[in-house]
């Protein structure tokens, strides 16, 4: 069956992508939280890798790991010399995750493929589906290594050896598993489809977010060093608790996002006292900051003021510090001509659509710069994400599938 304007009227099988999203959310869940775990290149990820090559390869795509272990499969084109528009985002996760995160975006990919497929439809350019290696960062910082190393943003070796809390390092990690290749696809387009991760879709009923843009993303790791005391003995001005430094810029980190105001958001996401005793003033406290700001003027004041801030709480409390940035993605506008193509794909099914900006980072922020490129938000229920309520009902898993779908037709 045929549109209008002669393309084939298909529509994906809703039941086939939550069965294979559902697949994947059994893999490295914890029945004790209700969240899986498949942190980057662990077993679980490995398990997961596995899963998507599988299925890759049944359905006869040309399956390539890249040297930092992104995964690619390429659906052929009937014109050689065409780059495949590629679609795609990742399968790891952070802790205790829901099952949407990076694997709607892949697993709706391999659904547009398996609907091309069964249709028997032919395309003049490529289709690559990609799962990018590391998206989360939760293991090993900077997050997003397979898009970093990808776009040649960030060498090899940089990103190899970033190592984990236990002091191995990314590329004994890869080896480990079994994923560090030598292949590479090129990317003449990229789609990612994704949860929204935040409120508004839901808040607003609207089945399809178009995301014109990505705000920018920076993080830091830092220590503050005190004195380790008795917690009975030690008088309280005579103390240099660290962790009450990191508890101070927590709080102060908090009041610079509400000053700057226009969508600034802080986070301090991690941290650990030592010795971590209920009897002993912490003499030592590690922490991780998040600051995000979508404009640049204000990402900038933003990042100074957060160092400047690490800097001013220790000093205050008499404790020693280090800090280091460990991530950076700028803010990204992307192409016009992408987003109008989703808007206009998402009326042409009878689809409301608002244009936004993503308060997660994402794949599609390094992809942006090489090549044009969009992303498809589908609603969060109660904007929920990055924890086991993670939940999008299937009717809005299918819509946003179905406009990842018809937006490919109309670039192959
Ligand atoms: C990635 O999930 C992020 O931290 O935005
Ligand atoms: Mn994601
Ligand atoms: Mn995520």
Not at 104 to 132: D, H, M, Q, S
Not at 233 to 250: F, I, N, Y
């Given at each position: 069956m045929n549109d209008d304007k002669g393309r084939p009227d298909l529509r994906i099988n809703g039941e086939r992508l939550v069965s294979s999203i559902k697949e994947m959310g059994s893999?490295?869940?914890?029945?004790?939280?209700?969240?899986r775990t498949r942190l980057a290149l662990s077993d679980a990820d490995k398990k997961g890798r596995d899963l998507l090559c599988r299925w890759m390869h049944e359905e006869g795509l040309d399956v390539k790991i890249d040297q930092i272990g992104n995964i690619f499969g390429v659906r052929e084109g009937t014109d050689p010399s065409e780059l495949p528009v590629m679609v795609g985002s990742h399968i790891d996760t952070v802790r205790d995750a829901g099952m949407f995160d990076g694997v709607y975006g892949v697993f709706g990919g391999l659904e547009v493929i398996r609907t091309l497929n069964e249709n028997k439809v032919r395309t003049r350019k490529p289709l690559a589906l990609a799962a990018f290696t590391n998206e989360e960062g939760a293991r090993f910082q900077p997050d997003m290594m397979g898009s970093l190393f990808y776009t040649g943003t960030v060498g090899l070796e940089e990103l190899l050896s970033s190592k984990d809390e236990n002091g191995l390092t990314a590329a004994d990690e890869l080896d480990r598993i079994g994923y560090r290749g030598s292949g590479t696809v090129r990317a003449g387009r990229y789609i990612e489809l994704h949860i929204e991760q935040g409120p508004r879709l839901y808040a607003e009923g609207l089945p399809i977010g178009v995301v014109r843009g990505i705000q920018g993303l920076a993080w830091w790791a830092g220590e503050y060093c005190g004195e380790s005391n008795h917690a009975g003995s030690t008088p309280m001005d005579m103390r240099k608790d660290a962790l009450l430094g990191v508890a101070e810029l927590a709080a102060e980190a908090e009041k610079l996002a509400l000053r700057l105001g226009n969508g600034s958001v802080a986070t301090m996401g991690k941290i650990s006292p030592k010795p971590d005793i209920i009897n002993i003033i912490p003499g030592k406290c590690s922490?991780?900051?998040?600051?995000?700001?979508?404009?640049?003027?204000l990402f900038e004041e933003g990042k100074g003021e957060i160092e400047r801030l690490i800097t001013a709480c220790a000093e205050k409390r008499g404790l020693k510090y280090n800090f280091r940035k460990v991530a950076e993605a700028p803010a990204v506008v992307f192409d016009s001509g992408m987003v109008e193509l989703a808007e206009r794909v998402s009326a042409r099914l009878g689809l409301a659509s608002k244009r936004m900006v993503s308060g997660a980072s994402h794949d599609a922020q390094f992809l942006s710069p090489f090549c044009p490129t969009v992303m498809i938000f589908v609603p969060s229920k109660d904007g929920r994400s990055h924890c086991p309520e993670e939940w999008t009902e299937a009717e809005d898993l299918e819509n946003g599938c179905n406009v990842l779908l018809h937006s490919v037709l109309e670039l192959v």
């Amino acid at each position: 069956m045929n549109d209008d304007k002669g393309r084939p009227d298909l529509r994906i099988n809703g039941e086939r992508l939550v069965s294979s999203i559902k697949e994947m959310g059994s893999i490295g869940f914890d029945p004790e939280t209700g969240g899986r775990t498949r942190l980057a290149l662990s077993d679980a990820d490995k398990k997961g890798r596995d899963l998507l090559c599988r299925w890759m390869h049944e359905e006869g795509l040309d399956v390539k790991i890249d040297q930092i272990g992104n995964i690619f499969g390429v659906r052929e084109g009937t014109d050689p010399s065409e780059l495949p528009v590629m679609v795609g985002s990742h399968i790891d996760t952070v802790r205790d995750a829901g099952m949407f995160d990076g694997v709607y975006g892949v697993f709706g990919g391999l659904e547009v493929i398996r609907t091309l497929n069964e249709n028997k439809v032919r395309t003049r350019k490529p289709l690559a589906l990609a799962a990018f290696t590391n998206e989360e960062g939760a293991r090993f910082q900077p997050d997003m290594m397979g898009s970093l190393f990808y776009t040649g943003t960030v060498g090899l070796e940089e990103l190899l050896s970033s190592k984990d809390e236990n002091g191995l390092t990314a590329a004994d990690e890869l080896d480990r598993i079994g994923y560090r290749g030598s292949g590479t696809v090129r990317a003449g387009r990229y789609i990612e489809l994704h949860i929204e991760q935040g409120p508004r879709l839901y808040a607003e009923g609207l089945p399809i977010g178009v995301v014109r843009g990505i705000q920018g993303l920076a993080w830091w790791a830092g220590e503050y060093c005190g004195e380790s005391n008795h917690a009975g003995s030690t008088p309280m001005d005579m103390r240099k608790d660290a962790l009450l430094g990191v508890a101070e810029l927590a709080a102060e980190a908090e009041k610079l996002a509400l000053r700057l105001g226009n969508g600034s958001v802080a986070t301090m996401g991690k941290i650990s006292p030592k010795p971590d005793i209920i009897n002993i003033i912490p003499g030592k406290c590690s922490f991780t900051l998040d600051f995000r700001q979508f404009e640049k003027s204000l990402f900038e004041e933003g990042k100074g003021e957060i160092e400047r801030l690490i800097t001013a709480c220790a000093e205050k409390r008499g404790l020693k510090y280090n800090f280091r940035k460990v991530a950076e993605a700028p803010a990204v506008v992307f192409d016009s001509g992408m987003v109008e193509l989703a808007e206009r794909v998402s009326a042409r099914l009878g689809l409301a659509s608002k244009r936004m900006v993503s308060g997660a980072s994402h794949d599609a922020q390094f992809l942006s710069p090489f090549c044009p490129t969009v992303m498809i938000f589908v609603p969060s229920k109660d904007g929920r994400s990055h924890c086991p309520e993670e939940w999008t009902e299937a009717e809005d898993l299918e819509n946003g599938c179905n406009v990842l779908l018809h937006s490919v037709l109309e670039l192959v």
